[in-house]
């Protein structure tokens, strides 16, 4: 199973990017996550140019059609998620590549509802399928762990890895019940 990690910070020593390239490092046998490096290179979006798909546009739909799920984790401002993270979902309303995606919500501080709660309303109405067991907040804001220090903390590697599982189990079920569509759909056609 493939996950693309999402963070909504462009900052080089983000919180929500240090939750993310943990998670690469504990994902399971069976589950690859990817951290997506590219939210900085999108340009503004602008219907305008749409149509045309810039560059990292196109990379970034590519690298979410070929996810089985996805893992956000976005930082809040101003009662809000970034404008990075909206920038880069904004780009993909118009297209299909939100439609029925398993996503996990991490959220790297307990203050950070509001933005929590603007990524839900926006990424649910791109009609993704939020894995609500599997959005989760740990609170790293303020504690001082590094990469390796979220790695090692049993208690945080452990709800990590619950999400990850989570995520595999919302997978694995879309892809029998898409399997038992396809079989009815062939029994009505014969």
């Not at 997506?36 to 798909?53: K, Q, S, V, W």
């Not at 196109?58 to 920038?87: C, F, M, W």
């Not at 959005?135 to 208690?155: F, K, R």
Request: proline share 6%.
């Amino acid at each position: 199973m493939k996950v693309l990690a999402i963070s909504g910070s462009l900052r080089k020593a983000s919180l929500n990017t240090t939750l993310l390239r943990a998670v690469t490092r504990i994902a399971p046998p069976g589950i690859e996550v990817a951290l997506y490096r590219g939210l900085g290179d999108l340009p503004l979006f602008n219907p305008d140019i749409e149509a045309t798909e810039p560059a990292p546009v196109g990379a970034l739909r590519e690298q979410i059609l070929a996810s089985d799920a996805l893992l956000i984790a976005s930082p809040e401002y101003a009662h809000g998620v970034t404008g990075a993270i909206k920038n880069a979902l904004d780009w993909m309303v118009g297209n299909e590549t939100f439609v029925n995606k398993p996503v996990a919500l991490l959220n790297a501080s307990p203050r950070a509802t509001h933005a929590q709660s603007a990524l839900r309303e926006t990424v649910s109405t791109m009609s993704a399928r939020i894995i609500d067991e599997a959005c989760i907040t740990v609170p790293i804001l303020g504690s001082g762990l590094s990469e390796d220090d979220i790695v090692q903390h049993p208690d945080i590697k452990s709800a990590l890895l619950a999400v990850l599982l989570l995520l595999k189990t919302a997978v694995q079920s879309a892809a029998l019940e898409r399997e038992k569509e396809t079989r009815v759909s062939g029994l009505s056609n014969q």
